[in-house]
């Protein structure tokens, strides 16, 4: 603090020995050294508080600074949440028209009446008839089995 040596306070100790006395010297020095600890304790808070509201001071900027991010995110988030809200408004109208659409009869029949459809004299005639496509299945299975007999000569061999 001083910035005293050891022979700047070898003099000093000279001095006040010749000028307080050998008498008074050792109560003075006990004084001192009170005051002089004092003097470094109150030193040594002042600079611990000075340090304190340093760090107190940083942490308040750090806190204001997370403030501002904070709602800077909370006003990405409520845009976000506008966007959305307008997104599934839109949806929400496009899928009443196609429901307002659909429930409407259509202005015309969209599948035709089979009944009414002739088919031409020459695609009747070469087309097979469901009972006898029916017949034809059986008979196709059958000849591509094998029978019995040719099963067990081969199993024997």
Same mark, same amino acid.
Do not use: N, W
């Given at each position: 603090?001083?910035?005293?040596?050891?022979?700047?306070?070898?003099?000093?100790?000279?001095?006040?020995?010749?000028?307080?006395?050998? *008498?008074?010297?050792?109560?003075?020095?006990?004084?001192?050294?009170?005051?002089?600890?004092?003097?470094?304790?109150?030193?040594?808070?002042?600079?611990? $508080?000075?340090?304190?509201?340093? %760090?107190?001071?940083?942490? %308040?900027?750090?806190?204001?600074?997370?403030?501002?991010?904070?709602?800077?995110?909370?006003?990405?988030?409520?845009?976000?949440?506008?966007?959305? *809200?307008?997104? /599934?408004?839109? /949806?929400? #109208?496009?899928?009443? =028209?196609?429901?307002? =659409?659909?429930?409407?009869?259509? $202005?015309? $029949?969209?599948?035709?009446?089979?009944?009414?459809?002739? /088919?031409?004299?020459?695609?009747? =005639?070469?087309?097979?008839?469901?009972? #006898?496509?029916?017949?034809?299945?059986?008979?196709?299975? *059958?000849?591509?089995?094998?029978? =019995?007999?040719?099963?067990?000569?081969?199993?024997?061999?």
């Amino acid at each position: 603090m001083f910035d005293m040596g050891f022979t700047e306070m070898m003099l000093i100790g000279i001095v006040a020995l010749i000028v307080i006395g050998p *008498e008074r010297l050792p109560g003075v020095a006990r004084t001192a050294g009170k005051y002089f600890g004092r003097l470094k304790r109150f030193m040594t808070t002042v600079k611990a $508080d000075v340090e304190q509201e340093l %760090r107190a001071d940083e942490l %308040r900027q750090i806190l204001a600074d997370q403030q501002r991010e904070l709602d800077t995110l909370k006003d990405s988030i409520s845009d976000a949440g506008k966007e959305i *809200e307008k997104e /599934v408004s839109a /949806v929400a #109208e496009a899928g009443a =028209s196609v429901a307002d =659409s659909v429930d409407e009869p259509p $202005d015309h $029949d969209p599948l035709p009446d089979l009944d009414a459809v002739e /088919v031409p004299a020459a695609e009747a =005639s070469t087309r097979p008839k469901v009972d #006898e496509a029916a017949s034809d299945v059986p008979a196709a299975e *059958e000849s591509a089995r094998p029978k =019995s007999d040719e099963v067990a000569s081969d199993v024997k061999s």
